[in-house]
């Protein structure tokens, strides 16, 4: 049972439009969220994260939506570029999991940025 | 400044073989993590290590077995590969913990005929 959701495995969007990746959680006892890429060939790279407390963060380009009531997160990428072609890996964390803490990943969804 | 390496990149491996994959980070991180990538599966906790001289247990831990016998290093040894650890394995580590952000290897690509 996946606890971390991204139903689009793929995406494809113009250079220069915005490109949105969306992440839904099933347990509200997660409390951070973080977006990594992944590059062909490449392990994953950490890109934005964002804590329970806040429900925006921006840095440059990338931009990460939070709606806890939804259990739902975004990843706003505007303007697209081509080199943001990647697969994008959703996970969360729970803070206050005792012992049990890891982070679960969602699935990817591969990103195409067409020139 | 490497960051995190592995090695090696790829192996083939008949079923109960037995092989050691290598970490090694320089960025004097407490964290470490192996992680396995199946299609479909995401990525997923095989083991992990909070300093030098421990290790946890993950998602995925069985067949495994880890040492972090110095800091830098995190070992992964199958000693009896079987086909359902085909896979892509991912190294990371972190400095303070899992939500800091974690600074992932190129992988390596397993195959267990």
């Keep these: 049972d996946q606890q971390v959701k991204q139903n689009s495995p793929s995406l494809s969007v113009q250079e220069g439009r915005i490109s949105i990746l969306n992440c839904d959680y099933t347990n509200s006892m997660f409390d951070y969220f973080l977006w990594y890429k992944k590059y062909p060939a490449e392990g994953p790279t950490f890109l934005i994260s964002i804590s329970s407390i806040k429900d925006k963060n921006e840095d440059g380009r990338f931009t990460v939506f939070l709606n806890k009531s939804a259990k739902h997160l975004s990843l706003h990428i505007v303007p697209s570029q081509p080199g943001d072609s990647a697969v994008y890996f959703c996970a969360v964390y729970p803070l206050n999991a005792g012992n049990n803490r890891k982070l679960i990943w969602g699935l990817g969804t591969s990103l195409a940025v067409n020139p | ?113």
Excluded at chain 2, 3 to 17: E, M
Excluded at chain 2, 48 to 74: C, I, M, W
């Design chain 2, 1 to 113: 400044n490497a960051g995190v390496t592995q090695t090696p990149k790829f192996r083939v491996l008949k079923t109960g073989q037995s092989m050691t994959l290598l970490c090694a980070q320089d960025m004097n991180h407490e964290y470490m993590y192996w992680y396995r990538q199946d299609p479909g599966m995401g990525l997923r906790l095989i083991h992990y290590s909070v300093g030098e001289g421990t290790t946890a247990k993950g998602e995925v831990p069985d067949g495994y077995n880890v040492s972090r016998l110095k800091k830098q290093n995190f070992l992964l040894g199958l000693e009896s590969a079987a086909p359902s650890q085909t896979s892509v394995y991912f190294c990371a580590s972190s400095n303070w913990g899992f939500t800091d952000t974690q600074y992932f290897g190129p992988g390596t690509r397993l195959t267990v005929l």
